[in-house]
């Protein structure tokens, strides 16, 4: 028994309502007891005179009693289920709406805690919780005349709530009204005992999860630790890669820049290709078996070729254009590539070592 259950008289502890709840439980039980009854006789009287009216009442007892049990049709049994059914769900609603009235008679005690901030320093946070630790552990529970202010309140009236830890009578919302208007509370030497009963298990609870949380902690750290780690030869690796990258990139745009230059002397040497290509094909055509075409051959051929091409002319001579050409006045003189090509167009006509042409 809680401290606060030895300071409270008969009255206060509210039993002006339990004996309501209990009366009104008695009443119903033996009111439907009485319908049931009522209808029983009922029923088994006009039996008794609907048999004596066809006289079979004067007959042997065995076959009139016979008569009697198998004259009871089965509407009667359903009229007893559904009268006590219903007596009793009246009985039930009547008794829970009983219930939740505050009939308790005040008193006043020396100090109060209020409820939630109570149940909180023990270790229970969950309104649904609350309810649960109530009437499991059959905890008096007082509603105060007026709102706590604090957490403590000293020398008010309070009234108990009778059916609090009855898990068929209490009401939650009961408890959520109160809690809301912060006027229900626990007597300060009950909270006292429930914390240091259950206080302590919450602190066990709470060290025990700090220690859980701690080595997961550790152990995040630890796994942390590892991805830094391999996140760190990620970004060493990523940063060889982005290098390697740039070099890569760099020499594309310098093979680009290579292609383009190329391109553009390839575009440069077309006029001149054009002047070569005929200039070898006649080459060819007029070449006896053994001739041998020198440079210098080559050249005048060439001079004499490109006459044909006057609107080339220009764009020749930019292709063919080296300072030394300009220095000696000979913009078309075949040197380097062009003579190359010529030679290597030509083949066999080609000389390749000193000697005298053949003329054709």
Excluded at 100 to 114: A, C, D
Excluded at 207 to 236: C, F, H, P, Y
Excluded at 276 to 289: M, Q, S, T
């Amino acid at each position: 028994m809680l401290p606060s259950s030895t300071k409270l008289t008969i009255f206060q502890r509210g039993i002006a309502q339990k004996c309501v709840v209990f009366c009104t439980y008695v009443i119903t039980i033996s009111v439907t007891a009485f319908i049931l009854d009522w209808l029983d006789k009922k029923t088994f009287l006009n039996i008794i005179h609907e048999a004596n009216k066809q006289g079979s009442i004067s007959e042997q007892a065995v076959n009139a009693f016979t008569i009697l049990i198998n004259a009871r049709d089965e509407k009667f049994f359903l009229d007893l289920i559904f009268i006590g059914t219903f007596c009793g769900i009246i009985g039930l609603l009547i008794i829970r709406q009983v219930a939740k009235l505050q009939w308790s008679r005040p008193v006043i005690l020396p100090k109060v805690i209020e409820f939630k901030q109570a149940m909180q320093h023990i270790g229970i946070h969950t309104p649904e919780d609350r309810i649960d630790f109530v009437r499991k552990q059959g905890i008096p529970i007082f509603i105060a005349s007026k709102p706590f202010l604090e957490m403590e309140q000293y020398s008010i009236p309070v009234r108990l709530y009778t059916f609090a830890y009855n898990s068929t009578l209490s009401d939650a919302n009961i408890f959520s009204t109160y809690i809301g208007q912060q006027r229900l509370c626990l007597d300060a030497a009950d909270y006292e005992y429930l914390l240091e009963k259950y206080g302590r298990e919450a602190l066990s609870a709470y060290t025990a999860r700090i220690r859980d949380l701690e080595e997961t902690i550790t152990n995040l750290q630890g796994a942390l630790s590892v991805q830094q780690t391999k996140m760190n030869d990620v970004m060493e690796q990523n940063q060889i890669l982005l290098a390697e990258k740039a070099e890569y990139q760099n020499k594309k745009r310098t093979l680009s820049g290579r292609e383009k230059s190329l391109e553009s002397r390839e575009n440069a040497k077309r006029p001149v290709r054009r002047v070569i290509y005929p200039l070898v094909n006649r080459l060819v055509a007029e070449a006896e078996p053994g001739t041998k075409y020198t440079r210098t051959k080559i050249q005048e051929e060439f001079l004499r070729e490109l006459e044909a091409f006057p609107e080339l002319k220009p764009a020749v001579q930019d292709a063919l254009h080296t300072p030394q050409k300009a220095k000696s006045n000979t913009p078309f003189e075949l040197a380097g590539w062009a003579m190359e090509e010529v030679r290597l167009a030509l083949g066999e006509y080609s000389q390749t070592s000193p000697g005298r042409d053949k003329e054709h």
